[in-house]
């Protein structure tokens, strides 16, 4: 197994020099950094997490608990967060587990901080058992709700900015596609600002204005989006709770013979790049994914830092215009 003193004679320097340029130091100039990572690299050189946090008491490792592998949303989100922490010399584990007992499995393996989400809640028990195991914990997405440190994007305000942008185009008959049978915390802050905007603007918002749903998946977008279009008195504009519910959204309406935004216009939820991409540019709400990772490793590194204050970040989102919606009556 190759070592750091390996390394470092290879490279003609010190021992504690190499030790702080594969953590990134900044006291190590980019010349002899660059040189080597190099020949670390060119040597199979694996970082030993147990031996480094016998010198530091920091092993440079971040656990998530991975709550979903069908949420394209989450997946860009930690891709995007994974590639920030590597590139600030952090690593990042994943664990499907169970969140007290993937953190447990963390704190065995001596990992710095834990990352969980928020779509769910965690009883009392559960709570004072992570709280037990000692480790900096942040959720992403439960600003208000969860007794840990917290990164969140203003939901609410997202989908306000969604009706507002409807509305301006003149739509009245707005729908939102979201709601889940099994209740989520992230997205029950959406359906009440829909609710609540809708209601501010005099604008129809009975029950039937929100589609029950098994999930937040594909199908649960294409079969939300038929029974909305062959209604008697279809919305002509929607709101989505996600990139997933979209992507099937797109596909019903097509498969009706219907068009985006001719016949229905659509924001969605979730800020990513791929909304770009999708067969009609979405319109789109929510913080960038670029902003919301930048933000929990902010957050984490401030947490390793100082595991003993309570942190709250709140992103505010913005509106993001493309083809996927037009005035109302365009095709009538």
Same mark, same amino acid.
């Given at each position: ?232 008195? $279809?919305? !002509? *504009? &929607? ?11 797109? /596909?019903?309406? #097509?498969? %009706? ?23 009609? $540019?979405? !319109? *789109? &709400? ?11 490793? /902010?957050?984490? #590194?401030? %947490? ?26 365009? *095709?009538?």
């Amino acid at each position: 197994m190759v070592t750091i003193k390996d390394i470092a004679r290879r490279a003609g320097v010190s021992f504690s020099t190499v030790s702080k340029a594969l953590q990134n130091s900044p006291l190590v100039r980019p010349s002899t950094k660059q040189r080597v990572l190099a020949i670390a690299k060119e040597m199979g050189y694996e970082p030993n997490l147990a031996a480094r946090s016998l010198v530091s008491r920091k092993t440079g490792a971040i656990g998530a608990v991975w709550p979903s592998i069908e949420r394209g949303a989450l997946s860009a989100l930690l891709t995007e967060l994974h590639g920030r922490l590597e590139s600030e010399g952090w690593t990042m584990l994943l664990s499907m587990s169970r969140p007290e007992t993937a953190i447990q499995t963390f704190r065995r393996f001596r990992l710095d901080a834990v990352l969980m989400f928020g779509d769910r809640d965690l009883d009392e028990a559960r709570i004072a058992e992570i709280r037990r195991l000692q480790i900096p914990v942040l959720v992403y997405g439960a600003a208000g709700r969860a007794p840990f440190s917290t990164v969140d994007v203003n939901r609410g305000n997202a989908v306000r900015l969604a009706i507002d942008h409807l509305a301006e185009l003149g739509h009245r008959q707005i729908a939102y596609i979201g709601e889940p049978r099994t209740p989520d915390p992230l997205q029950t802050v959406k359906i009440d600002a829909f609710f609540g905007e809708m209601a501010r603007r005099g604008l129809p918002c009975g029950g039937e204005s929100v589609v029950p749903l098994d999930g937040l998946d594909f199908h649960d977008g294409y079969w939300a989006a038929r029974s909305l279009l062959q209604r008697d008195d $279809p919305p !002509t *504009a &929607v709101v989505t709770g996600g990139i997933d519910l979209t992507r099937g959204l797109l /596909r019903a309406v #097509r498969d %009706l013979g219907r068009s985006v935004p001719d016949d229905l216009s659509v924001v969605s939820y979730d800020n990513l790049p791929q909304m770009e991409d999708l067969e009609v $540019p979405m !319109t *789109a &709400v929510g913080a960038p994914v670029s902003e919301i990772a930048a933000a929990i490793a /902010r957050t984490i #590194r401030e %947490l390793v830092g100082g595991p003993d204050t309570i942190r709250t970040v709140y992103l505010e989102p913005e509106l993001i215009v493309r083809k996927s919606t037009a005035k109302a009556g365009r *095709a009538r």
